[in-house]
């Protein structure tokens, strides 16, 4: 682990790039085993930092970047190729992590930033895709519910017979219980904690408006209305994404409060595309959920 100066520049991998062009990658063996092996080679060299009261998340630089600005005597702590900031906002003592986009990397450096830094509450906070039409650019959904909506099963269907991604089934979520080896099934997600829900909802947007909601994750990014709109249905979602649901998991597997911010960067039923400067939005919201929030016991 190194300690170096706070900086602004992350890793040259993380730099921030549109999620709508961010590689889509196969989420087959080759990358389970990859995360896998990183865990294994980072893991053991961990516990080296003091414990944080809470660990805040964003997955591009745009989406720290408030953050970070806000971060009182920042230290910057890099663990192989995942950055961190520690520092203190308000009442709490906070490490900023710069996750990286999709599966992979939120999960990854979510177990990191846990090992390492023995969280009591987990923020993951940056942009999203509206999935449902009362939204619109820079409302923030606070994550009631998220999940992970990109497990499926295809129906069978003989060569030639085309593709129809509106009658795939959904799979569940499913965790390890300790206890009896077993797969769990979480078919509805994972709760945010009601505590931080609530402040979150007393909190200021200063550029748009704030509402609960279910927030989905999968390596996708979907622009084709039927399919936003099947999703809408399917999973019940206000709003879609690519790392609340898979880092909701890891806090419940943890027993770690969880709780998720999404500013509507993208409102394909106005045909608003991506707009990476919407992140400054839940980067100023966190920051004042950040001072809104108790002080942790």
């Known amino acids: ?43 053991p060299i961990l516990r080296a930092a003091p414990s944080v ?44 992590s710069l996750t990286g986009q999709g599966l992979i990397n939120c999960t990854t450096s979510t177990v990191l930033g846990i090992e390492e830094f023995a969280p ?21 959904i606070v994550g009631r519910i998220a999940l992970d909506y990109g497990n499926f099963i295809t129906p069978v269907r003989a060569a030639g017979a085309g593709s129809d991604a509106l009658t795939w089934t959904p799979l569940a979520q499913r965790l390890r219980d300790p206890a009896s080896g077993r797969l769990v099934e979480f078919p509805h997600g994972f ?10 909802l007393r909190t200021r947007n200063p550029m748009g ?18 399919r936003v709109g099947w999703s809408a249905q399917t999973f019940g979602m206000d709003v879609e994404e690519m790392e609340s649901g898979h880092v909701a998991a890891i806090a419940h597997a943890y027993g770690i409060r969880y709780v998720a911010f ?28 950040l001072h809104n929030f108790p002080a942790l016991p």
């Open 1 to 43: 682990m190194i300690n170096a100066a706070c900086s602004c520049e992350g890793p040259a991998s993380l730099r921030a790039v549109p999620h709508t062009q961010a590689g889509l990658q196969g989420r087959g063996p080759s990358n389970r085993w990859l995360l896998i092996g990183l865990l294994l080679v980072l893991v």
């Open 53 to 96: 009261d809470i660990l805040v998340q964003g997955a591009e630089l745009p989406e720290v970047k408030e953050i970070l600005a806000a971060l009182q005597e920042p230290k910057k702590i890099e663990i192989g190729p995942f950055t961190f900031w520690t520092g203190r906002i308000g009442a709490h003592s906070i490490a900023l």
């Open 120 to 140: 009591k509450l987990i923020v993951n906070q940056g942009t999203s895709g509206a999935q449902k039409p009362y939204l619109s650019l820079h409302d923030i």
């Open 191 to 200: 709760a945010g904690d009601p505590v931080a829900i609530a402040v979150a």
């Open 209 to 226: 408006r704030v509402f609960t909601g279910v927030i989905g994750s999968a390596h996708e990014v979907n622009l084709e209305l039927d």
């Open 262 to 289: 999404r500013v509507v960067s993208d409102a394909p039923y106005e045909g608003v595309p991506f707009y990476a400067q919407a992140a400054r939005a839940t980067g100023l919201f966190t920051v004042n959920f």
